[in-house]
């Protein structure tokens, strides 16, 4: 098989599977500028400490159980990271990792 041809290491699937929802795209995008996507907040400063997962939760127009199961994934292909203060979780995107996704699309 040359390398043109072979598959993505099994490590790269979270990646590429986080990359393939439209509203999962738009979670990075819309934390990629807080500032200008969502309005202040009462705990956490939106850009040091990330976006109430209600915020984006309300943002996409979907439902907890939803926002949470996109949340989940991109956190887990490292894409974003989440941190509790108080009763919430804010979420904030990890800059290194997308970028190393630029490098992934090389391979593919």
Request: hydrophobic share 45%; net charge positive.
């Amino acid at each position: 098989m040359s390398p043109r041809t072979r598959p993505a290491p099994l490590s790269k699937l979270p990646i590429l599977k986080a990359l393939a929802s439209d509203k999962r795209l738009l979670i990075l995008h819309y934390l990629k500028a807080p500032t200008k996507h969502f309005p202040r907040q009462i705990d956490g400063d939106l850009v040091e400490d990330g976006v109430c997962a209600d915020f984006i939760r309300e943002k996409l127009g979907v439902s907890a159980a939803t926002a949470t199961q996109h949340l989940k994934i991109l956190t887990a292909a490292g894409l974003v990271r989440g941190t509790r203060i108080k009763q919430w979780t804010f979420f904030k995107r990890c800059d290194d990792a997308i970028a190393s996704v630029r490098a992934l699309s090389d391979e593919l």
